[in-house]
C-alpha cells in the first residue's frame, strides 16, 4: 500500500500546476487524449472485444463517444460559465452593508475515479470521471476495473503518454489496480473525492468509508437503477406491439448491463404491449461482461421469477437467457423484492387494472437515473410527471432511457439509491462533482484569478451585481 501512498503524494503534487494550467493548455490535454485514443481505436477495440465479448460495432461506438466527450470538455472549459465566476460590488447601504464579494469555482484536488465494468471506455479509465476531473483541473487517480485489465492498461498508457507530450505535470494522472488498492486509495489523505460507478454494495462501503475518513471527502456514486416505465391505456391501445419492440431492444441491449435499462414497465392489464413482447425476446444465453455479474443476474432474476404471483413470460431458468416477468400491482406491493434491481437482461411488467393501482406502485419507488412516460398526445399527464420528476433524475416523454447523450443539459443522477448526490455524472455539469467554491472579500487584483478580473481576461459569461453579463 506504500505505493499507493506514493501515487496518491505524486498527484497531490501535480495539482497546483494543473489547476494553474491555461484555459488554452488545459483544453488542449483533453484533446490530446482524445487524438491518442482515437489514434488506437483498432488495438484498443481488438483488447476490449478479447476481455468483454461486447461486439465490434458497440465498442468503436462507445470508443467514439468517449473521445467526443474529451473534447467536449475542452468546449465547456473555454465557454467558462461553469466557474459561476460572481461578482458583487461593495454597498454599504445595504442590508446588512456589503462587502466587494468576488466568488468562482476551483479544484477541488486530487480525485479517485473507479472505473466500471459495463463501459469498457466511456466509464472506464478514460471516461467520464477522469475526463470531467481533469476539465476541472483535477489530478486523476483511477481505480481500474478488474473486467477488463489488459484495455485499462492500454487506455491508461496512451492516457499518460499524451497528457506528458501535453505538457501535463507529472502525477496528473495515475492508476492503481486491486481491491486492496482501491480501499487505500479512498483512505490516502490526498485524495479530496471519490467518484464510482457500480454496484449499490460496493457503492455503499465506499461512501462510508469516505465519510469515516479523519477527514471526510465527498463521494459520488451512481449506484443502482430500476428506470421504470409508465405505458397508460391511450398508448398501449395505439402502438402496444411497436412499444413491445422497443422495450424489447432497450432491456437487451448490452444485454441488459446498462445503469439505465428499464427494470420495471407499468402496464395496463391485458395489454398489448404484453400479448407481443415475448416474440422480440432472444432466446440464447449472452456471455455477461464477468462472471459476477452473469452470477448476480441469475440468482437476482431466479429470486424475482420465484416471487409467488409472479410470471415468467419470456426466458427465465436458463443460465443468462433474457427474461421477461409480470405480476399484478398488489403483488409488487406485498413483495418489495422485485422493486431491486438486478443488472442484466431482465425486465418486470407489472400490469395494472386503474389509474389507483398504478400510482400506489409509483408511490412505492424508489430513485432512479430514469422513468418514461408513454401516453398519447392530448392526454393529461401532468399528475404523472411530477410524480416521475420527484423520484428521478431524467424523465423521458416518449423514447428508451438506454442511450444517455452528452450534452449541456443532460442530468445522469437521480434521488438514492440511484446516486448518494445531486450532481451529474455525465454531461458538461459533471465537472461541477470535482469543483469547490471560494469567494474573495475586498481581496486586491493582484491576488485575483482571471476569471474574476474587472477586465474578464477569459471572456466568459459572469453575473455582476446580481445580472447575468454577457463578455
Ligand atoms: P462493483 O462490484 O460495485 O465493483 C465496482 C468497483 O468497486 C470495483 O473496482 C470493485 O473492486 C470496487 N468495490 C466493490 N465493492 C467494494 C468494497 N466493498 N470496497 C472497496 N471496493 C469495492 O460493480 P461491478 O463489478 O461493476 O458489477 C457488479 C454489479 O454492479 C452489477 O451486477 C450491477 O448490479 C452493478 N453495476 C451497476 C452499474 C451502474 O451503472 N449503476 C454499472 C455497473 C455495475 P474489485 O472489482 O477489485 O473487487
Keep these: 500500500m506504500n505505493q499507493v501512498s506514493e501515487i496518491a503524494r505524486r498527484a497531490a503534487g501535480a495539482a497546483p500546476a494543473l489547476a494553474a494550467m491555461s484555459v488554452a493548455d488545459r483544453v488542449a490535454l483533453l484533446d490530446a487524449i482524445a487524438d491518442a485514443l482515437d489514434g488506437a481505436a483498432d488495438e484498443l477495440v481488438a483488447v476490449a472485444g478479447e476481455e468483454t465479448a461486447l461486439p465490434d460495432a458497440r465498442l468503436r461506438g462507445e470508443l467514439a463517444r468517449t473521445t467526443a466527450q474529451l473534447r467536449k470538455f475542452g468546449v465547456v472549459v473555454a465557454e467558462g460559465g461553469y466557474l459561476e465566476a460572481t461578482i458583487d460590488h461593495a454597498d454599504p447601504g445595504d442590508v446588512p452593508p456589503r462587502p466587494e464579494l468576488r466568488r468562482m469555482l476551483r479544484p477541488i484536488g486530487p480525485v479517485a475515479v473507479f472505473a466500471a465494468s459495463n463501459f469498457p471506455f466511456a466509464f472506464s479509465v478514460a471516461g467520464g470521471d477522469t475526463a470531467s476531473a481533469l476539465a476541472a483541473g483535477c489530478p486523476v487517480v483511477v481505480k481500474t476495473h478488474p473486467g477488463h485489465p489488459r484495455t485499462s492498461a492500454r487506455t491508461a498508457e496512451l492516457v499518460a503518454g499524451a497528457l506528458t507530450a501535453a505538457g501535463a505535470p507529472a502525477g496528473a494522472f495515475q492508476t492503481v489496480a486491486g481491491f486492496d488498492e482501491g ?121 424475482a421469477a420465484a416471487v409467488p404471483g409472479v410470471e415468467v413470460l419470456a426466458g427465465g431458468g436458463s443460465a443468462t437467457a433474457p427474461t421477461v416477468l409480470a405480476a399484478d400491482a398488489a403483488t409488487l406491493l406485498a413483495h418489495r423484492e422485485l422493486l431491486e434491481e438486478v443488472f442484466g437482461p431482465v425486465t418486470v411488467l407489472v400490469r395494472y387494472a386503474d389509474p389507483a393501482a398504478r400510482d400506489a406502485v409509483l408511490e412505492a419507488l424508489e430513485g432512479s437515473l430514469t422513468m418514461t412516460l408513454h401516453a398519447e398526445p392530448g392526454e393529461d399527464v401532468v399528475g404523472l410527471a411530477e410524480a416521475m420528476a420527484s423520484r428521478a433524475g431524467r424523465v423521458l416523454f416518449g423514447g428508451w432511457p438506454t442511450g444517455v447523450a452528452v450534452s449541456w443539459a443532460q442530468h445522469h443522477g437521480g434521488p438514492w439509491p440511484a446516486t448518494n448526490t445531486v450532481f451529474t455524472s455525465v454531461g458538461a455539469m459533471a465537472v461541477r462533482r470535482f469543483l469547490r467554491p471560494i469567494a474573495y472579500q475586498d481581496a486586491p487584483a493582484s491576488v485575483l484569478p482571471p476569471a474574476l478580473r474587472d477586465d474578464n481576461p477569459l471572456g466568459i459569461l459572469r453575473r455582476i451585481d446580481g445580472v447575468l453579463r454577457l463578455p
Excluded: H, W
Design 183 to 303: 480501499l487505500a486509495l479512498v483512505d490516502a489523505e490526498q485524495i479530496e473525492a471519490v467518484a464510482f460507478t457500480g454496484s449499490l454494495r460496493g457503492g455503499r462501503a465506499l461512501l462510508d468509508r469516505c465519510t469515516a475518513r479523519a477527514k471526510p471527502i465527498p463521494f459520488y456514486g451512481e449506484l443502482g437503477s430500476l428506470n421504470p416505465v409508465v405505458v397508460t391505456p391511450e398508448a398501449d391501445a395505439a402502438r402496444g406491439a411497436e412499444l413491445a419492440a422497443g422495450l424489447a431492444g432497450s432491456f437487451q441491449l448490452g444485454d441488459g448491463q446498462f445503469c439505465t435499462k428499464p427494470g420495471l414497465v407499468l402496464v395496463p392489464a391485458g395489454s398489448a404491449l404484453e400479448a407481443a413482447l415475448p416474440a422480440s425476446v432472444g432466446t440464447g444465453a449472452p456471455r455477461m461482461l464477468t462472471e459476477t455479474i452473469a452470477t448476480g443476474f441469475e440468482t437476482g432474476r431466479d429470486r
